[in-house]
């Protein structure tokens, strides 16, 4: 159904796209985080959108380096060892969910974010050059549709294991007492830790399985080697509007699904479980189908204008989520992921594309934009706090989207050369 990976890189294209698969989990999990240590640590949501500023500035931090251990090391030991830190930061959660100290949780945020980033910018142009130019993009939509499972998981499993589904208003809690109400807080900021115990161990089975794999040599054009300043390669035109471009699209996927709990609540007074058993569940799968459709479709329909459907679509419910308010709004706020799920990669094709011995450095640049989700979430809340209103941080969104748009209609005729 997908003919882009030759035989010879089967074994390693699986074992990479799994990669995928992990930092997609974390995510996801982090989308949970930021609705329950508004509970389980007593913070507002502008303090605990801070969980997403420490992830994604981890991503802003690691790239260039990444892209300087792969010329040293290659593509393979960069990955294992952006697994073995992926490890620590889930670890370190383990003593910051009994400590409840929220300086701790933000640490192993971090460092999570600073191993996903070293495997965002090895195994995307790995995937990417791993076979025929032509097939870069719907190769790399296909490895990215794992991401896309992680995303259903993400919520499914989130919603069970770190929300009680246990809330109290601030009436209830003053009637409770100090002594109750802190019991109920270390209660929910212990559950924490066992998802990333798990998270932990799962990076470190994954970590091993790769080390022990032989990964077959690549075409030398497109081999990790050579000098010069990283920076030389931002004198491309198209590497620098994906650069941009990636930003924003990340910015507002991420805005999109740490927030969308607390806009269903907003909207139509959705309980937490529910928002994200039903709701943000339902986001995740639809992000996940039009991951797999959308590597299906770009087999005969061209990647930019795609990119441009997609995102023209995202632009009008976004809108539509900012208007029309309760249960109408909530879906058309979930039916943008369907839209935005071939986003990421077919935007890190195109600014990869023909780049060569430079094309780590490019890569490091475009993970390195995926820090746009630092700066757009905490965006929203703070619109959210000054009108009053979450449902109109959408037109943020809006904007976003429109940026994308650009980009798929003049980055095919941007030289990368």
């Not at 959660?93 to 996903?116: D, E, K, M, Q």
């Not at 409770?176 to 559950?191: F, I, L, N, S, T």
């Not at 005969?300 to 995202?314: D, E, F, K, M, S």
């Amino acid at each position: 159904m997908f003919p882009v990976v030759e035989r010879r890189y089967a074994v390693a294209f699986a074992l990479t796209a799994t990669l995928f698969f992990s930092w997609g989990l974390a995510s996801q999990f982090n989308d949970l985080l930021l609705h329950h240590f508004q509970k389980a640590l007593d913070l507002t949501r502008t303090q605990a959108s801070l969980t997403q500023f420490s992830f994604y500035i981890g991503y802003f931090c690691a790239p260039l380096p990444a892209a300087i251990i792969i010329r040293r090391v290659g593509y393979k030991k960069t990955m294992v060892i952006g697994l073995a830190l992926f490890a620590i930061g889930a670890f370190l959660f383990v003593p910051a969910a009994h400590l409840r100290i929220y300086g701790v949780f933000l640490a192993g945020l971090y460092i999570i974010a600073i191993g996903a980033g070293f495997l965002e910018t090895s195994a995307n142009p790995y995937i990417a050059i791993l076979g025929d130019p032509a097939t870069a993009s719907p190769r790399l939509n296909f490895a990215q549709a794992f991401n896309g499972v992680a995303t259903v998981l993400g919520p499914l499993v989130g919603g069970y294991v770190i929300f009680s589904g246990v809330e109290y208003s601030p009436a209830q809690q003053a009637a409770m007492g100090p002594a109750a109400v802190d019991a109920w807080r270390a209660h929910e900021a212990a559950a924490v830790g066992p998802p990333y115990l798990v998270l932990g161990i799962l990076m470190v089975v994954i970590a091993t399985a790769i080390a022990l794999t032989r990964y077959p040599p690549l075409r030398p054009e497109v081999t990790p080697q050579g000098a010069g300043s990283p920076f030389a390669v931002l004198k491309k035109p198209r590497v620098l509007y994906a650069v941009i471009a990636q930003f924003f699209y990340v910015g507002a996927q991420v805005g999109t699904w740490s927030l969308l709990v607390d806009f269903a609540q907003e909207a139509a007074h959705v309980p937490e479980r529910t928002g994200a058993q039903v709701y943000l569940e339902a986001t995740m799968i639809a992000f996940c189908v039009g991951r797999f459709v959308g590597a299906w479709l770009q087999r005969t329909i061209n990647p930019p204008r795609q990119l441009v459907l997609y995102a023209g679509c995202n632009m009008v419910l976004c809108v539509l989520a900012a208007t029309l308010g309760g249960f109408p709004g909530i879906w058309a706020l979930v039916a943008t992921s369907f839209f935005m799920s071939i986003m990421f990669p077919t935007i890190f094709a195109l600014g990869l594309e023909n780049l060569g011995h430079q094309t780590e450095f490019a890569s490091s640049f475009i993970v390195m934009a995926i820090s746009g989700a630092a700066v757009i979430p905490p965006l929203m809340a703070a619109f959210a706090g000054v009108t009053g209103a979450l449902h109109w941080s959408m037109l943020i969104l809006a904007l976003c989207y429109a940026v994308v748009v650009s980009f798929g209609i003049f980055a095919p005729r941007l030289k990368t050369t």
